[in-house]
């Protein structure tokens, strides 16, 4: 009896070369780069969660829109997540997601959320380099500035 199965394949194709792009020095650089990835006619209306991926050299890798969700959340896939971290082979991360409301300050779930990224991270050999909350008006928080990363 022959027995059929699913072949995966497993592909990383870079569209330029990351050598060349920016390097990510400071959560305020992280933040401009990121701000300027949100759609400004949608980041006072719903929350959306994005993560920068980096090279070893903390140049940029791309940007990974991950969630789209509500006024007041977003879902995390952590599983799905670290699939595109994993087969993009980005070595370092830093995630982001918006406030819709302003409001700059970390909630329990925000905190409880990035731990456990730090800790499935932990086991891929991958660096949570920062977690990032924007505002509309581009503000930021940023967890490794506060020390609470």
């Given amino acids: ?8 394949q497993l592909s990383y ?10 390097v990510v020095v400071s ?9 300027q990835s949100f759609d ?11 993560v920068l991926l980096l090279n070893r050299s903390n140049r940029i890798k791309g940007i990974y829109t991950h969630s789209v969700g509500g006024i007041t959340g977003t879902v995390v896939d952590i599983r799905l997540l670290f ?8 070595t370092g991360i ?7 409301s302003g409001k700059l300050e970390a909630s329990t779930p925000d905190r409880e959320l990035t731990q456990k990224m730090v800790k499935a991270a ?4 991958v660096k949570v380099l920062d977690h990032i909350i924007l505002s509309p008006n ?12």
């Fill in 1 to 8: 009896m022959l027995i059929k199965v699913n072949e995966i």
């Fill in 13 to 22: 194709r870079e569209s330029f070369l990351t050598s060349l792009e920016t």
């Fill in 27 to 35: 959560s305020s650089n992280a933040a401009k780069v990121l701000y």
């Fill in 40 to 50: 400004m006619d949608t980041i006072a209306l719903n929350e959306t969660f994005k």
């Fill in 83 to 90: 699939a595109v971290v994993l087969k993009s082979l980005s």
């Fill in 94 to 100: 830093i995630l982001c997601h918006n406030h819709p």
């Fill in 122 to 125: 932990g086991y891929f050999d």
């Fill in 138 to 149: 581009g503000r930021y928080f940023s967890f490794a500035d506060e020390g609470i990363l």
